[in-house]
């Protein structure tokens, strides 16, 4: 099957169940996870990313492309994830933060290096692979961090509330970036929001926990 | 896995040689030491040790010298907190102090020597025209038989170490907030800090209290320097008998140990009973509603006491320094006749080897708990809990005298014949460097956003790439401190060194000390400078190379 299959993803903390779900989300397709706080969204990030805290119980299975990721450990996943701050590795300038999310199989510096801008050039952040993250405005980290995850060639995207530390303009911008990137690349994504706007200009299905 | 080995290795370095330690010092003291002949139980050492002149007397100055400087240094960091936390003196006064934190206790001691000794600086500075002295007065300023100058000693260095532990404690209280609260309710600020925040502070600084009493009830260095002589208090005098040629000595020292240990109990024990009177106490003038808002004064001498107990330090260390360049200085002259490379040049050729060893040994003994702290807490990350009971086992090293298991560690090291080998003193110090070596790193590495290792890992980078590329890089600046801190400790380690080194390893603390009873001035103010330069190059260090390495990065710079 083609993009994300959670295929009876059951969460649950102490014996109360939080999530429950079974959906398939095509390539190119945006899923999108309401609830409040507390309600178990992150735990379905750090389920599908690898990292559900050992408090957590969870059962059922998620596959991409027909590869059972919750079988791997997280760095085989593959999984790219889009957090509310952009967190570009401090110590690496911005060329530098792409290429470490680059492929091993990439070889060759001057490749690595020119995929690294290319990435940047589609995000329209071309010429600026040399500079310091820290030198970076809001809206130009946010483009960096997008950048960064599409050049790791993801099989998915989990995006964390992404949008909601951006202004009003910003944040219109880099939901129609986001989204038509991940439909250019075929990524099927999975979006955490409790943003309303997030969600209908996501398009896709909307599922409600917690309520 | 490699992590799980962490705390397992952790475990067993720090309470192996506690163990072995307080085995082959208990055993010898009843008796029991096969390698001299010595396979019955016997009570005779023990009473052999109950004989020795003025035995009482000895216990009675460790005992008191240990509570007596820890009372009055908690006193004075607990008003001057409560009289000053949150204000711009404050944060002044806190960078002023934390230096002296790196700063061996046997350079302290010597630098208080040398400020108030008969021929110190204080004497100098008042003579003649105030006090008419045209030589040195004839006063038991030095090694005072009330052991007064070895308390204060003692106090200029707990001062700062407690500081740094409220200062490490205190984000973790409202102190903004309790204190508008408080001042609103009409209290005065010692008042309302002391009713409404100090019961949570100490409760976060008790281990180290109680290893503040442990080291001062049992301390060597700062005693041989400053403290009474005749006789001198307990913990000199077993490192006398443990290093007399008569090996039937071992005995009695080791019977002396365990005399240490009970004195060392027994001051907790006392300490314990003063925390429940200071509680009741607290408690009735909370409860009675004691404002106490005429506070000036008590907050004026928090702060004297403070800025004193600093100040002298800095005083006796400038004095050192002077010595160590001085040529002709008679008394009563404020300073030198003439300034000279002498000594320096003139110490140059038996420095070298104990400077080596002192660097090898903290940077090795450094380097092991670095890496073990880092196993440890990856380790506390993978399971999701943090070690409760085991940070108990942290301390343990810091709250059983040193004298008390050093000794029975010196007696297993000779059996297997690796007394006075580097990897021997290596061991050692690291007893000793590991506990602040773990705790200078915890608070980092917890705060360290682990969304970034997350990112990492959606990358396809595998665990040892995202530590060595991306957590590790990131707090270069923390872990250079810790290795900072790590390396004052293990360079300020006296007993320890003398011990394993056996005379035959010795490092710059361990030398400056013997020659204390020399009375060379001028070498002993090069060896204490020894002392002083090296934990600051090492902060030095920690404060340059991340602002050098990540020079182009401005979140890389704090």
């Known amino acids: 099957m083609e993009g994300l299959f959670l295929d009876g993803v059951r969460i649950a903390l102490g014996g109360r169940l939080l999530v429950s779900l079974t959906r398939h989300v095509p390539p190119g397709a945006v899923l999108t996870v309401m609830g409040p706080s507390g309600a178990g969204k992150s735990s379905l990030l750090a389920y599908l990313g690898g990292f559900l805290d050992p408090a957590f119980t969870a059962c059922g299975r998620a596959l991409v492309d027909g590869v059972e990721i919750t079988a791997l450990p997280a760095e085989e996943r593959h999984v790219g994830i889009l957090f509310q701050d952009p967190l570009l590795f401090p110590h690496m300038s911005v060329a530098g933060n792409l290429m470490f999310a680059l492929p091993e199989s990439v070889k060759g510096r001057a490749e690595r290096r020119r995929r690294a801008e290319a990435a940047l050039c589609g995000v329209g952040m071309a010429g600026l692979g040399g500079r310091d993250p820290a030198t970076l405005s809001g809206g130009q980290k946010a483009r960096v961090a997008l950048a960064r995850v599409l050049v790791s060639e993801p099989r998915m995207l989990l995006l964390d509330e992404p949008f909601s530390k951006l202004d009003t303009q910003l944040r219109q911008q880099m939901r129609q970036l986001v989204f038509s990137k991940a439909r250019e690349s075929g990524l099927p994504v999975l979006l955490v929001t409790h943003d309303m706007a997030d969600a209908r200009a996501a398009g896709g299905e909307i599922v409600k926990i917690g309520a | ?558």
Not at chain 2, 373 to 396: D, H, I
Not at chain 2, 404 to 431: D, E, K, N, R
């Open chain 2, 1 to 558: 896995m490699l992590t799980r080995l962490g705390p397992l290795l952790t475990v067993v370095l720090l309470t192996g040689p506690v163990a072995f330690g307080l085995a082959g010092t208990v055993l010898p003291a009843f008796g029991f030491l096969p390698a001299l002949g010595g396979t019955t139980l016997t009570l005779d050492h023990l009473r052999a040790l109950l004989a020795q002149p003025a035995i009482w007397t000895s216990a009675a100055i460790s005992l008191a010298t240990g509570l007596a400087s820890t009372l009055l240094s908690i006193a004075i960091v607990m008003l001057f907190v409560a009289g000053w936390a949150g204000t711009r003196l404050f944060a002044r006064l806190q960078h002023l102090v934390s230096p002296l934190l790196s700063l061996p206790h046997a350079a302290a001691a010597f630098a208080l020597a040398f400020l108030i000794a008969p021929s110190g600086m204080l004497a100098r500075l008042a003579s003649p025209w105030l006090t008419g002295w045209q030589r040195p007065p004839d006063l038991l300023i030095v090694h005072d038989p009330m052991g007064l100058s070895m308390m204060a000693g003692l106090v200029a260095k707990e001062v700062p170490f407690l500081l740094l532990m409220v200062l490490a404690a205190l984000p973790q209280v409202p102190l903004a907030q309790t204190r508008m609260l408080a001042a609103s309710m009409g209290y005065g600020r010692v008042a309302g800090f002391l009713g409404g925040l100090w019961p949570a502070v100490y409760r976060q600084i008790r281990l180290p209290v109680f290893a503040v009493i442990a080291f001062a009830t049992s301390v060597v260095d700062v005693a041989v320097i400053l403290g009474p002589t005749r006789p001198a208090p307990l913990a000199v005098r077993l490192v006398e008998w443990m290093n007399d040629p008569n090996l039937a000595m071992r005995h009695l020292a080791s019977a002396g140990a365990l005399l240490q240990l009970a004195v060392t109990a027994l001051a907790l024990a006392l300490w314990v009973g003063l925390e429940r009177a200071g509680r009741a106490l607290c408690i009735l003038a909370v409860e009675g509603g004691l404002r106490m808002r005429r506070d000036a004064a008590v907050r004026g001498m928090a702060l004297g006491a403070m800025v004193l107990s600093a100040g002298a330090v800095f005083a006796g260390l400038a004095t050192l320094a002077l010595w160590s360049f001085a040529g002709l200085w008679q008394f009563p002259d404020a300073l030198p006749a003439t300034f000279t490379l002498k000594s320096w040049i003139r110490v140059l050729p038996r420095i070298a080897d104990p400077l080596l060893t002192t660097l090898a040994a903290g940077f090795l003994s450094t380097l092991i708990a670095g890496l073990l702290s880092v196993l440890c807490l990856m380790r506390e990350e993978e399971t999701g809990r943090r070690p409760g009971p085991a940070l108990m086992l942290l301390y343990l090293p810091l709250l059983v005298p040193q004298v008390a298991f050093v000794f029975g560690l010196q007696l297993f090291l000779i059996y297997t014949g690796t007394l006075a080998t580097m990897p021997a003193l290596v061991l050692s110090h690291l007893v000793f460097v590991m506990p602040y070596a773990y705790l200078a790193l915890k608070d980092p590495w917890h705060a360290f956003d682990r969304r970034f290792d997350r990112l990492a890992a959606g990358f396809g980078k595998q665990r040892w790439q995202r530590l060595f590329l991306v957590r590790l890089p990131m707090m270069t600046r923390a872990i250079l401190t810790m290795g900072a801190i790590g390396f004052a400790v293990s360079v300020g380690l006296y007993l320890p060194t003398v011990l394993v080194g056996a005379g035959r390893l010795t490092t710059i603390t361990s030398e400056a000390v013997a020659l204390a009873s020399g009375g060379d001035r001028r070498v002993v103010g090069v060896y204490a400078f020894w002392q002083m330069l090296l934990p600051m190059l090492g902060f030095a260090v920690a404060t340059l190379v991340p602002a050098l390495i990540f020079r182009r990065f401005r979140d890389m710079q704090v």
